[in-house]
């Protein structure tokens, strides 16, 4: 286990006193390795809530830079840092909150064998991209490699969020939910998003993800938790394993 010194130990504190945390909790998100892959919406909560828990390794990936019209909704990115990368910006603002932890910017679109070997190195995948073409590649890679994923979406004033114990027998994957889908490029650039609801949602990625991390409660595998911001509602719904999905299932590609 990871040794705290006096100023970790003051830093997590409120993490610490907490009985489904404690000292060994917070010890296992010092341990940690996490891949983020988004810096924008849900990217920016995950990464700087992530951050500020103590996860020991954060690696995040994304190639845009930061836009104007970005700055309504992905709140890791401020005025100064338009034109520039958006992971330079997101690991400086991550680094900020928290210098003693190991943070890795990608400036690239992961895919094909970076992707696969990016997932390999990772304790846990977060998917905050906002299209499904992307979220498939995560999902394979995730497969492949047997890694946990947490996976959210969101566009106008909805959201969701799953996780997939990728790897396992019996447990479904991204695909299997969605693999008819013919609407594959539908995102929040062509559709509009409310700001605060990837902030709900990516903050639930990283609750989810420290879930996973220190093994407690009640976690979001085999199920999607929808949110519907107007109605102000949260619905679930379960999820079955697809066993002829070709990604997960016993008839692969």
């Known amino acids: 286990m990871i040794s705290m010194d006096n100023e970790e130990l003051s830093r997590y504190s409120r993490h610490i006193m907490l009985p489904e945390i404690g000292l060994s909790g917070q010890q296992k998100l010092l341990a940690a390795k996490v891949l983020i892959i988004g810096a924008g919406g849900l990217g920016s909560p995950a990464a700087l809530y992530l951050a500020a828990s103590g996860v020991g390794e ?8 930061v836009e104007l019209n970005n700055l309504q909704r992905q709140i890791a990115h401020d005025e100064d840092q338009i034109g520039h990368a958006k992971v330079s910006s997101c690991s400086n603002r991550m680094g900020k909150i928290n ?9 690239n679109n992961l895919s094909g064998e970076q992707l696969d070997s990016q997932v390999a190195l990772a304790d846990i995948v977060v998917d905050c991209t906002d299209n499904l073409t992307t979220r498939f590649e995560i999902n394979k890679a995730c497969v492949k490699n047997k890694k946990r994923l947490v996976s959210a979406a969101a566009i106008r004033w909805e959201g969701q969020i799953s996780v997939y114990e990728c790897g396992s027998p019996d447990s479904p994957c991204y695909h299997c939910f969605y693999g008819n889908s013919v609407d594959i490029d539908q995102s929040c650039s062509q559709n509009g998003i409310v700001s605060p609801v990837v902030g ?17 409660g009640d976690k979001l595998m085999g199920r999607v938790l929808l949110f519907d911001a107007l109605s102000m509602q949260w619905e679930s719904m379960q999820l079955p394993k697809n066993p002829a999905c070709p990604v997960c299932g016993n008839k692969k590609d």
């Open 99 to 107: 210098s003693a932890i190991h943070i890795k910017p990608l400036n």
């Open 200 to 216: 709900v949602l990516g903050s639930m990625q990283a609750i989810e993800v420290i879930k996973l991390i220190v093994d407690t």
């Open 58 to 65: 954060i690696s995040i990936a994304d190639f845009d830079i």
